[in-house]
């Protein structure tokens, strides 16, 4: 039998359509029968519906600490991008393949299980662990019941790469995010008795005004290995009101901050909570004691600055392009790795630039180039 090779594995995982809404349990199976026809074990870890899953494999001696080779199986969706080709089959044009997920992140899942024949043929000096999870691309959702397993071996990993696309430049470290919902409630009213009323807008208004505030004094703290330098903070969804001659009862906005490493996000939250209960509330309870402002997370990770150990170092030695400190815009699920006590790094064939985006692809070359790192660290892994 010919072992498969990392396009044709890379075909078989984009023909799976694991947009983020949908059950990935198709593609979850793929892998664990794959992973099965070589020997290897699979830990299916389901989220609370059933439909979606976590995948957990080892291969080598787990009573030592160990490589987490992680990536997330979801994609975002293509609901009104303009493709050339479809984009759930994988498609060749002129050095590039097409097709969603080529890019973020189906590629490095691919060469990770096409590495998978040479590594259960090896002696491995340690351990290789595959985590593959879901719902990474709505909140990093899904890696928290991977992570809830991981915490219960004996033997922590030692280091974990998350092959999001880099270009297999090392990235050691991102923003964390935390993206908030708030919800006020005022009292409806005429519009030409204002005074009856508690306007829900004006409120919002006011909460976002002072988040502008808090966005301005983000700026002031600078990390100058990141792009912008600071923390950022914006409104981005509105929505309250329900006709220009009512004074309107609800708003609701959803805002986002995103952090550098040294910011605690829940603390910002936090104060701009304590402010509207000490600023606003009073004023709108005096109106009526129904009135409310109430915040709820709706998604959250937190930032990644690689820890530097040995394992690390290693690791970058393999790396075709090593030791340039680089962080990325985008978040990744490695800052939860890392706050579960695994030291991590962000590389991963194929280019964010193209995630996401009509056309999404990945060039030969960056195939090639993830492959040939994988190699070396099969060869590493046996010195
Ligand atoms: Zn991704």
Redesign the pocket.
Known sequence: MNNPTTRDILADLIAFDSVSRNSNLALIDYVQVYLSSYGVESQIIHDASGEKANLLAVIGPQDLPGIVLSG?TDVVPVDGQDWHSDPFLLTERSGKLYGRGTA??KSWLAAVLALVPRLVAARLRMPVWIAFSYD??VGCKGVHGLLAQLDKLPVLPAACIVG?PTEMYPVMGHKGKIAVRCNVTGLSAHSAYTPQGVNAIEYAVRIMQQLMTLANRLKQQKNLDFDPPFSTLQTGLINGGKALNIVPEHCQFDFEIRTLPQVNAQQLVDEITTWTQAELLPEMQAISPQCAITFSTLSRYPALQTQSVDMIDALLTLLPKPQILQTVAYG?EGGLFQQHGIPTLVCGPGCMEQ?HKPDEFITLEQLQACDAFMLRLWHWLQD
Do not use: F, S, V
């Open positions: 997330h973020d992140m990474e691309e999001e990744t995630g």
